[in-house]
Nanobody, 123 residues
């Protein structure tokens, strides 16, 4: 079965860095674009970053542009989100997902999701 497993979350002070990883299985990883989303308590899930299947195309939410970098390793079936200059407003559960067509920014365009990893940024 298709599975996505995120890791790398934790507690960090404002200005710090974290590196999230997402390991995929059960699907031909290199054939799919991937996305990272996040969800804070009481808020809707929001788009963070997107990467095309070949890693040539990347997109970022304005709120993370210049601070976060998405990358992928198709040989290892992993997608990574490098986060730096973290802010308290980045606190959320972060999810990776397979893109299934449609808008890159909408959660409805993604068909399989991981369980999420918690990122907490203290001020």
């Amino acid at each position: 079965q298709v599975q996505l497993v995120e890791s790398g979350g934790g507690l960090v002070q404002a200005g710090g860095s974290l590196r999230l990883s997402c390991a995929a299985s059960g699907r031909t990883f290199s054939s799919y674009a991937m996305g990272w989303f996040r969800q804070a308590p009481g808020k809707e899930r929001e788009f963070v970053a997107f990467i095309g299947w070949s890693a040539i195309s990347t997109l970022y939410a304005d709120s993370v542009k210049g601070r976060f970098t998405i990358s992928r390793d198709n040989a290892k079936n992993t997608v990574t989100l490098q986060m730096k200059s973290l802010k308290p407003e980045d606190t959320a559960v972060y999810y990776c997902a397979f893109h299934d067509g449609g808008s890159f920014y909408s959660p409805r365009s993604y068909d399989y999701w991981g369980q999420g990893t918690q990122v907490t940024v203290s001020s």
